[in-house]
């Protein structure tokens, strides 16, 4: 081991501690920051892993067996399982995620402990029979409810990695973790007033209990508080978590010691060690919280996209309740269905990804953090800053850079609204002395490409835009008018009358005049839709007067840059006019 950790810090490559810590050669790892310190505190990570794994391996191939006794069908069938979930610490969990999915084993590994625990109530001869009651309730709720719940986590398609945290499943895992707390630590004193196992054992089954219930709070952590960690370093931790396997071992090792002597219970069932002990599984859990799960879960994986209520213009933060906006951050740094890659691999457990969210929060204003998103996996290529997404996690950073990712959905309305009104009151009738039979004027929204068309609104619209390099173009029932702006806003005023009127006045350039067929009796230019990004700010009027028929329609323009109508938000004005062909060509 010394060997490997010269190594590592004079060649810079943590391969050879890896090996030795891991048992199994590092194929593919994220690059490590060129940073001062951080290899020799990775290969500081290792050495502990080797030693923890060392002692770990020493308690449970050396430790002694108990007495020599003739033992129960119970106790027996109690030590195989307890070898049984050693074994799978060590090496078979490995083995069966080459050959089922992780939900699938997941669940074979929640039978198995949920055997253990009935069975490891059902042993003690020493504990009260509340105290036995209390632990054997919490065995069968883990067991009863346990199951269903790992079997409702696995997907219907196996290519398909899809845990869906569905109300009553989250309810049941903070239940079912609360309960396995519970049953640790009535078992704990149940194994100390036994007599069959040594004070040793029952300390390293206390320690078990805090490291479990501490494991989920070091790792993020580490990613908050130490810059330049990656996602190897943080995992590293979870490689530490070897009490809960040596008290296994040691539990089955010395299930066949001969009990000591009975001790005497106060009157009333319980002892006072054993009303404590009681009130301890109870409070105790509440106090600090769930407990660890083995694995990281992953809440949005793959095959999501579609049953996210915050992708795809769905929920905006201020419509998602507090404890729902890191789901929805993890929604939308899972999201793949823009024809980009995810910010973040679905791989990568949620509370990783939550802290290199918040990392993200950070940066000043400019900075792309293509760095923190490579450090963590993501194979995008190019990214910015999504306030859209990091608003879910830091509100105030992002609301300080663009408000109106705060809102909600009705105050986005409002704003649109607002914003629209505001744009048609900057609109008038440039043309007043013509009186159309009808007539309107609005702000008119230009999108990508800008231009906008005229059509039968009970018909398909031809896509006929910029047709032989002319502004103006017409097919049957649609007409496309080309404009110079795009992405703003411009005014426009629509004029229909009986017959062809004279031309405006100084200022106005003719762009052209096309015929048009109207199938249905309808002709106009259409308003934006809500939500929308192009057309009219508001409802103009129908410009076919004679019904189905042809019309013609004669398009006029000016360039307000020099002129004394000039505003900032507009340069462009629009002008059309609609009478009847009466030609009969």
Sequence with gaps: MAAAAVVSLIDGSVKPLWLLAMWFPLVDMAPLPAREGVIAVMAAMLVMVSVAKSWMLWQVFSVPAGGDRPLGRRVVWLRRLLYLAVADALILSAALGTVLSEAVAGALHWLLWGVVQVLFVLVMVRASRGLRGAALALAGLNLVVGLPVMLEEIPADPNVMVFAETPWVEAAFVLLNLAAAGWQILILFAQRADGRWTPATVVVGWLALAQSVAHPIIPMMIARYVPGVTLDFIWLVGELLVFHTVWSARSAHELTAPPQPVVEVEPGGLSSRGRAAVALAVLAPLAVGVQAEEKARLTYG????????????????????????????????????????????????????????????????????????????????????????????????????????????????????????????????????????????????????????????????????????????????????????????????????????????????????????????????????????????????????????????????????????????????????????????
């Design 302 to 585: 793959g095959g999501w996209e579609g049953r996210s209520p915050w992708i795809h213009g769905g929920r905006r933060f201020g419509d998602t309740k507090p404890q729902d906006r890191e789901k929805a951050f993890l929604c939308h740094a899972r999201d793949s269905t823009r024809g980009t890659p995810p910010m973040f691999p679905d791989t990568l457990p949620d509370q990783y990804v939550l802290a290199y969210g918040r990392r993200l929060c950070e940066l000043p204003e400019g900075k792309d953090g293509m760095d923190i998103l490579r450090e963590a996996g993501s194979s995008r290529e190019v990214w910015r800053a999504d306030g859209e997404a990091l608003v879910f996690l830091c509100p105030g950073t992002v609301a300080g850079r663009n408000p109106a990712e705060l809102y909600s959905d009705a105050e986005v309305r409002e704003a649109e609204e607002r914003f629209v009104a505001e744009g048609n009151a900057r609109c008038a009738d440039p043309w007043p002395e013509l009186r159309g039979r009808r007539q309107g004027t609005a702000a008119y929204y230009l999108f990508e490409g800008g231009g906008y068309s005229i059509y039968d609104v009970n018909d398909d619209p031809e896509d006929i835009a910029g047709e032989g390099g002319k502004v103006v173009t017409a097919a049957r029932g649609s007409v496309h008018v080309s404009t110079v702006t795009e992405n703003t806003m411009m005014c426009m005023t629509v004029k229909a009358s009986n017959t062809a009127p004279p031309p405006p006045g100084k200022g106005w350039n003719h762009l052209g005049t096309v015929r048009v067929l109207s199938r249905s009796g309808s002709l106009g230019v259409p308003a934006m839709p809500e939500g929308g990004d192009t057309g009219a700010g508001r409802v103009l009027p129908d410009l076919a007067l004679k019904g189905k028929g042809r019309y013609r329609v004669r398009v006029y323009a000016r360039d307000l840059g020099d002129a004394d109508r000039y505003n900032e938000d507009y340069v462009e004005e629009h002008l059309i006019v609609v009478f009847p062909d009466r030609s009969g060509g």
